[in-house]
């Protein structure tokens, strides 16, 4: 600001922004931001796969957990000197104090986590957040996985199993590293969950594209689509499915509980999940 302007009506405004900011900033290095969200619990099992470099932890949760919808991420801390990263909820909420997480080695702290866990560990699970929840009032769903951005369906498959929803769901899961025992197993979660799944394997299926999914979904219109994958491949199917009609607020895709989907180009994308 000019020195001129604290003379002006604008100075206590100014005043006043700078002191709330000044409080937020101390809360924030305190850590007492989301302090009522947090839960401590400890690793009940671990599973690691090499192959595709994924990490899935169970977590049983000592401290109350308000519940989460699917879709929804949390903040982990495994470690206080590294502090809270977040990751996908990859499991339901069914109100018995376990949560799950599938997470892919994709840089120095997550590649690290296999050696460094062991069940017994206590961890703090601070959320859950995200607004990538699934509610919609349209009749019809349409969910695009790309890789490990499956998580979050996988949680809203278990969740319809236990609360049945009429709405018609068609599931694409593209993968380039397709195992099939995992195929298997999404392919009987589907089936209960009453999801349609439509595997899509790199180098072997036509690539995924917003053309492809209007021919296998002829009444897409009806419905809205839901997306966790690469960012490049959400924006062009975004941008094309909009230029053909799909209102803007019908396509869903949080950066937030997608970050931990391989940022891989479009057609390309990596199936690390098991």
Same mark, same amino acid.
């Given at each position: 600001m000019k020195p001129a302007y604290w003379n002006a009506a604008i100075a206590p405004v100014m005043g006043l922004l700078m002191l709330v900011a000044t409080l937020a900033a101390a809360v924030s290095l305190v850590r007492?931001?989301?302090?009522?969200?947090?839960?401590? *619990?400890?690793?009940? !099992?671990?599973?690691?796969?090499?192959d595709n470099r994924v990490l899935v932890i169970v977590i049983n949760l000592k401290d109350r957990w308000f519940g989460h919808a699917a879709g929804q991420f949390a903040f982990v801390t495994f470690d206080p000197?590294?502090?809270?990263?977040?990751?996908?909820? !990859? !499991?339901?909420?069914?109100? %018995?104090? @376990?949560?799950?997480?599938?997470? @892919?080695?994709?840089?120095?702290?997550?590649?690290?986590?296999p050696e460094t866990l062991k069940p017994g560990d206590l961890v703090t699970v601070e959320g859950p957040y995200g607004a990538f929840d699934f509610r919609s009032d349209k009749p019809r769903q349409i969910w695009? =996985? *790309?890789?490990?951005?499956?998580?979050p369906f996988l949680?809203?498959?278990? =969740?319809?199993?236990?609360?049945? %929803? %009429?709405r018609s769901v068609d599931l694409f899961y593209s993968t380039n590293a397709p195992d099939q025992e995992f195929i298997g197993a999404a392919r009987q979660l589907a089936t209960r969950a009453n999801v349609r799944l439509h595997v899509l394997v790199s180098g072997k299926d036509n690539r995924l594209t917003a053309k492809r999914l209007r021919e296998i979904v002829p009444e897409w219109l009806s419905g809205d689509v839901w997306f966790c994958g690469p960012a490049g491949f959400g924006r062009a199917l975004r941008q094309d499915l909009i230029a053909r009609g799909l209102a803007a607020e019908n396509f869903h895709q949080e950066l937030s509980t997608c970050a931990d989907a391989a940022p891989l180009p479009a057609g390309r994308l990596a199936g690390q999940l098991h």
């Open positions: 007492r931001v989301g302090h009522t969200r947090r839960a401590v *619990g400890v690793i009940a !099992s671990l599973r690691h796969h090499r000197a590294e502090g809270p990263h977040p990751f996908t909820i !990859s !499991s339901a909420w069914h109100d %018995d104090g @376990k949560l799950r997480f599938h997470i @892919k080695g994709m840089g120095d702290y997550t590649e690290r986590l695009i =996985a *790309g890789g490990i951005g499956i998580t949680a809203r498959m278990q =969740a319809r199993v236990r609360h049945p %929803d %009429d």
